[in-house]
């Protein structure tokens, strides 16, 4: 050990807070160092001066100014928006019992996530959005797949607007429904299909109107975007009681694809005749390329032409419907009591089969809602066990 | 210790605040000395000590018993009193020390108070480092092990920080410690 080492260990030597191997060393440098010895002695003598100093004590009214500015601090938390939030919370208050994180919390606070996904999922399951429209739709998809286009149905995904070139791969249907419809009356059932047609972004490209025997019927041709056909046919149908329904689809993917494909070879032969004439220098062979370039080119125009036609077809589904007002029963004079009764009948078995329907609906839901009643019970006992545990612990 | 500290904790945490009135009482000697001879003056020592238990109230939840509640207290009040000298360096901490206990003998008790002026004054001129250790080891009476835990140094630092610190200080009280000695 150098003089040096042993001047900065007399420190902690005078405290006896060296390690033992240490402490000899500085001993064995004592013994022959009086330098050392002379320090050591000084440096106990300042220690002492040290320890001599008067302890103060704290001023007067100390411990009563930590607590007035505690307590102003627990206002001030209880005024602020956060924690007000927390104290709604009933596992957290501003000073009270504390949650230990522990694997415990951990679990419940898990529990109590995948608790809140799954009832999610359970009331999307339950009460899917769009309502009554969308809950008919299975009975829609047998009805095409009947036809034998079922499964093509998802060609419909095709957007409406997409270029021809993007989704070649994609399935393209040219979707039509036909249907007949004896409604109560014809001209409300007419404005309807009207409204039907616009709120689904389509319109109606067609109508028609006769009257036969004091019977108005007409044929209205409505044309929606695909995507929203299935959810038309349904509105319509609605209308009043359907006599004759033909879904069809009709696949035009391969059609659509060889018109694709024919287009582009022309457009490069047009290319060519083109590089070709430029060069020519003969009158003939001027002509000649000329006469084959307006051929290419007007048999790109009418394929294109035919793909735009196609494309709409597409994109715009064709519902046509037949209406037709239900022929009046002929009347027995001044009041017609059968009418009435049935009328009477009509309105209390609709008032049943809503009621019905609503006490259904509500079986759903509570069905749908005990596992997670069960599981967010289950959770927050979890939950309270690991809280007073925490509090034992503190 | 009359009170059952650990009880006076586990309430103080559960929001009472007299039990933590109590705990206040307790400690505020021995952290207000603490935060005066870091702080070198009165008005700043009390900010600081009151900052020190604002902060441990508020942080009692994180208190977990591995340490002593004393040795938790003189780590927060020391990085309050660090936080104010190092935000106020300008604050030039001369003053004399007026509090005594009941001074049995005149002449001792005046020799005492004059020890206290130099040794006050001296610290003043030590790094708040130097100085801190110096105040914790000399005045405070707290082992190396506390230390180290209270600074969050590695208790070879606590040792050459407390051995220069006590240098300087020696060097500062040459004439008292030959006087002394």
Request: glycine letters at 6%; proline letters at 4%.
């Amino acid at each position: 050990m150098t003089h040096e080492e042993a001047r900065t260990w007399l420190s902690a030597f005078l405290d006896a807070a060296l390690p033992d191997h240490e402490a000899v060393q500085v001993e064995a440098h004592l013994e022959g160092c009086s330098s050392c010895r002379e320090e050591l002695a000084q440096l106990r003598t300042t220690v002492t001066l040290l320890q001599e100093v008067e302890p103060m004590q704290a001023p007067e009214g100390f411990a009563a100014e930590v607590r007035r500015r505690i307590e102003r601090l627990a206002q001030a938390a209880q005024h602020s928006p956060w924690t007000r939030l927390r104290a709604a919370l009933p596992w957290s208050s501003g000073s009270g019992p504390v949650v230990r994180w522990s694997w415990r919390t951990a679990a419940a606070a898990a529990a109590v996530v995948m608790v809140g996904v799954f009832t999610v999922n359970l009331l999307r399951e339950a009460a899917p959005p769009g309502g009554v429209a969308r809950v008919k739709m299975p009975e829609l998809a047998l009805d095409v797949s009947k036809v034998g286009e079922g499964a093509r149905t998802t060609a419909q995904a095709v957007p409406p607007g997409a270029a021809p070139g993007e989704a070649a791969f994609l399935r393209r249907v040219i979707r039509t429904g036909q249907m007949a419809i004896e409604v109560e009356r014809f001209d409300a059932a007419a404005s309807r299909l009207f409204a039907i047609a616009e709120g689904a972004g389509g319109f109606v490209a067609d109508s028609s109107f006769s009257e036969e025997d004091g019977v108005p019927r007409g044929t209205f041709v409505l044309r929606v975007p695909a995507a929203r056909f299935s959810e038309v046919v349904v509105q319509v149908e609605k209308l009043g009681t359907v006599q004759r329904r033909q879904i069809s689809g009709q696949d035009v993917t391969e059609e659509f694809i060889d018109l694709e494909a024919r287009v582009r070879n022309l457009a490069r032969q047009e290319a060519r005749l083109l590089a070709l004439m430029d060069r020519a220098t003969k009158i003939p062979d001027l002509l000649a390329i000329e006469g084959e370039v307006a051929r290419v080119r007007g048999e790109i125009e009418r394929l294109t032409g035919r793909l735009r036609f196609m494309t709409n077809k597409v994109d715009l589904a064709t519902v046509q419907a037949e209406v037709s007002q239900k022929p009046k029963k002929a009347s027995g004079g001044f009041w017609d009591i059968n009418r009435t009764l049935e009328r009477v009948r009509t309105a209390f078995l609709n008032t049943v089969r809503q009621m019905l329907g609503a006490a259904e609906s509500l079986a759903a839901l509570a069905a749908a809602l005990l596992p997670v009643a069960l599981l967010v019970i289950v959770g927050w006992r979890l939950f309270l066990r690991a809280t007073r545990r925490g509090d034992r612990a503190a | 210790m009359a009170f059952d500290e650990r009880d006076l904790i586990n309430r103080s945490r559960a929001g009472e605040i007299e039990a933590f009135d109590l705990l206040v009482r307790l400690h505020q000697d021995r952290i207000y000395n603490l935060a005066y001879r870091i702080t070198g003056n009165r008005e700043d020592a009390s900010d600081a000590a009151q900052d020190a238990f604002v902060r441990a109230y508020q942080a009692l939840r994180r208190y977990r018993e591995d340490a002593a509640f004393s040795t938790w207290l003189y780590r927060i009040a020391t990085n309050s009193a660090l936080d104010l000298v190092r935000r106020r360096p300008a604050h030039q901490p001369v003053e004399l020390s007026a509090e005594y206990r009941a001074p049995d003998d005149p002449e001792a008790a005046a020799n005492r108070r004059e020890v206290t002026r130099r040794v006050h004054a001296a610290l003043g001129h030590l790094t708040v480092e130097y100085r801190t250790a110096v105040v914790l080891r000399d005045l405070q009476g707290l082992a190396y092990g506390e230390m180290a835990r209270i600074l969050q140094v590695p208790l070879g630092t606590v040792r050459s920080r407390l051995a220069r610190g006590r240098e300087a200080m020696r060097a500062q009280l040459t004439d008292l410690v030959s006087a002394e000695g």
